[in-house]
């Protein structure tokens, strides 16, 4: 009976935790939606380019795109999936050569070190699973974790470019349906 109180609650804290760590990244993805929305661009990009940016990714994409754009969710999953991938390949195959370019500066070594220290510190199941704990880093939908800091931790443990890849793919596919269901609930909502 314990087992399941604690089960239960453990489910409840995770659901909220989602919930609080999208508040940031879909007020900010509305914005941006109602932004581009007024300048007369097309709601499929508009989900395509939100979904491209750090920290918002599809966790603001999806929510955006179904309440502010008024897409089907199946639509608005497909748009979010490719606008998430898209950064992915470059950021992987680029991001040494742009942090480089960075440290020449004294603020790019502190900005450099400072995304190094925090993609570190949440890459614990990376380094414990390697390739499968990649996919349920980017996967678990919680601030900080994602497609792009997914691409950044791969870099960090040295794993091959498509393995990289093709994980982090995976992981943005079950953040997009944990995201897309929270969504259907009403659990994210777009205020």
């Known amino acids: 009976m314990n087992l399941n109180i604690g089960i239960k609650a453990l489910l409840l804290a995770l659901v909220l935790l989602l919930c609080a760590g999208q ?3 879909t007020s900010f993805g509305e914005r941006t939606a109602q932004n581009l929305k007024d300048r007369g661009i097309q709601p499929w990009l508009i989900v395509i380019f939100i979904s491209m940016l750090p920290i918002v990714e599809l966790r ?3 929510p955006v795109a179904m309440a502010v754009l008024g897409m089907p969710w199946p639509q608005a999953v497909l748009l979010s999936i490719l606008g998430n991938m898209l950064p992915i390949p470059f950021i992987l195959l680029f991001i040494d050569w742009f942090f480089d370019r960075l ?4 603020w790019g070594v502190r900005f450099t070190d400072w995304i190094t220290e925090r ?4 890459s614990a199941v990376v380094e414990r699973y390697q390739e499968l704990g990649l996919a349920i880093f ?5 601030p900080g974790t994602g ?6 931790v791969a870099k960090l443990f040295k794993l091959p470019f498509w393995s990289s ?3 982090i793919f995976i992981g943005v596919l079950i953040a997009a349906a944990a995201v897309t269901a929270l969504t259907l609930l009403g659990l994210l909502v777009v205020t």
């Open 23 to 25: 508040l940031c990244a």
């Open 60 to 62: 603001g994409a999806i």
């Open 103 to 106: 440290r020449v500066f004294r």
């Open 119 to 122: 993609a570190n510190k949440r």
């Open 138 to 142: 980017v996967g678990i939908p919680l």
């Open 147 to 152: 497609g792009w800091t997914g691409a950044l």
């Open 165 to 167: 890849l093709l994980w």
